[in-house]
């Protein structure tokens, strides 16, 4: 089955400053990999998806991430963090085994400081 | 356009009690299912349904019934709830179960037991 590791569950940034959330992918086939965002008392909304047709995947909001097959990385950055940036982030994965059910990383809090 | 409608949007329940979770969607979606949000977990799936009269367990079934008699609703039973039940809960639809299919979330229903 395939997961996704989210390291650090917590980032503060300045705002201006880049941002850099991390997720590794553990799969043994093409992985089909999305970020999610989650705004306070909020459900999740999409940020991005990766579907193996481009490498560098831009979404809402000036969020990108890039897929890196040799580090089993799919970093989400972002040039410089705004205060409406402070919300909480999920990496997911395609899982193939059985329904193609998402599965979602711990998710990490990102807080923007002036 | 509403998508995916839960309510209710807060409950509190006392141990042993039983309810059920709404969920809806208006856009014709064959894939449904139930997540539980908790603190430093991410998000896990419960049940899934891949089209009316479909249903499997995720990850985490214990404790939680579902049906799926139209292709719009995927309504949640808590059987008798439990302290350990209480999460936070949401309801996705995807289009398909295309491996790069988005999920879309409902706003989430905050559940106490006492």
């Known amino acids: 089955a395939q997961s996704v590791t989210q390291l650090g569950s917590h980032v503060s940034v300045s705002e201006g400053a880049l941002v850099l959330l991390r997720c590794n992918y553990s799969s043994s086939v093409p992985p089909y990999l999305f970020w999610y965002v989650q705004y306070p008392n909020q459900g999740l909304q999409l940020l991005l998806k990766?579907?193996?047709?481009?490498?560098l995947v831009k979404g809402i909001n000036g969020f990108e991430a890039e897929f890196k097959k040799s580090e089993t990385s799919f970093h989400l950055t972002k040039p410089s963090a705004h205060m409406s940036d402070a919300a909480e982030y999920f990496c997911?994965?395609?899982?193939?085994?059985?329904?193609?059910?998402?599965?979602f990383g711990t998710g990490t809090q990102l807080k923007v400081e002036l | 356009n509403a998508g995916v409608t839960q309510t209710p949007k807060f409950q509190v329940l006392k141990t042993g009690q039983s309810m059920t979770l709404q969920c809806a969607q208006d856009?014709?979606?064959?894939?449904m299912s139930w997540y539980r949000q908790d603190p430093g977990m991410g998000l896990r799936l419960i049940h899934y349904?891949?089209?009316?009269?479909?249903?499997d367990q995720g990850e985490v079934p214990n404790g939680y019934n579902v049906s799926r008699s139209t292709t719009e609703d995927f309504p949640l039973r808590l059987l008798s709830a439990a302290p350990s039940q209480t999460s936070v809960y949401f309801c996705?639809?995807?289009?398909?179960?295309?491996?790069?299919?988005?999920?879309?979330f409902g706003q989430g229903t905050r559940l106490t037991v006492v």
């Open positions: 349904s891949v089209g009316a009269g479909i249903t």
């Open positions: 997911a994965v395609s899982d193939t085994g059985g329904g193609n059910k998402l599965t």
């Open positions: 990766y579907t193996s047709a481009a490498t």
């Open positions: 996705a639809s995807r289009r398909d179960m295309g491996m790069n299919t988005e999920a879309f």
């Open positions: 856009m014709n979606h064959e894939y």
